[in-house]
């Protein structure tokens, strides 16, 4: 147990004792517990396997890697269909995960062999994403921009594209476009301060 994580598992959450459970699960397969993104973070050699976390509605293990699982019982969730790698296994009970620890033991242990193995996620590369009519305009008319957009590392490309795509609404997707374009100019990506 790592103290710097206690403090994850000690505040008041309707998940307290499904968190409690899943670390003694965790702490048993072997993994070092430690804190990233204010959630307990299991690792294999540095590499992050596996976290906790919470939600309303339920709490998970998320999977760094999980899309190079087997998920033999066909439980893992990818959040979002931009979400390249990671899967989460949701709970919503203390029971639920009582009675599925033998799996829950099983995927953890093929995640530590994925890791040990050097398994890698091949990610979908930024021209693989489309562009968004509305950005496209803005970048045929303003050269500056486009260059400053290429510039980005690719993550910060996707995370634009990704974030100018999600509202449904034309007038939505122009707003965000706008407000982000001195984030592109500075080199920054767009949930960056």
């Not at 459970?21 to 596996?50: A, F, H, M, Q």
């Not at 999977?63 to 990818?78: P, T, V």
């Amino acid at each position: 147990m790592n103290p710097k994580v206690d403090f994850f598992f000690n505040k008041d959450s309707q998940w307290q004792s499904c968190y409690k459970k899943l670390r003694n699960i965790l702490l048993d397969t072997g993994l070092t517990e430690e804190l990233k993104w204010g959630c307990p973070c299991y690792t294999e050699n540095k590499s992050n396997v596996v976290l906790i976390h919470g939600f309303k509605e339920y709490c998970a293990l998320l999977f760094h890697k999980g899309a190079l699982l087997k998920d033999a019982e066909g439980i893992l969730i990818q959040q979002t269909e931009n979400v390249q790698s990671a899967r989460q296994m949701r709970f919503t009970d203390l029971q639920e995960i009582v009675n599925s620890e033998a799996v829950i033991k099983s995927y953890i242990y093929e995640a530590i062999e994925v890791e040990k193995a050097g398994l890698e996620v091949t990610y979908k590369k930024t021209a693989e994403f489309n562009i968004p009519e509305e950005f496209q305009k803005i970048l045929d008319k303003k050269p500056d921009l486009k260059v400053a957009f290429e510039a980005l590392t690719p993550g910060r490309q996707r995370g634009y594209l990704l974030h100018f795509s999600q509202p449904k609404q034309s007038k939505t997707r122009e707003s965000r476009i706008e407000k982000c374009i001195p984030l592109i100019f500075e080199g920054k990506g767009w949930n960056e301060q």
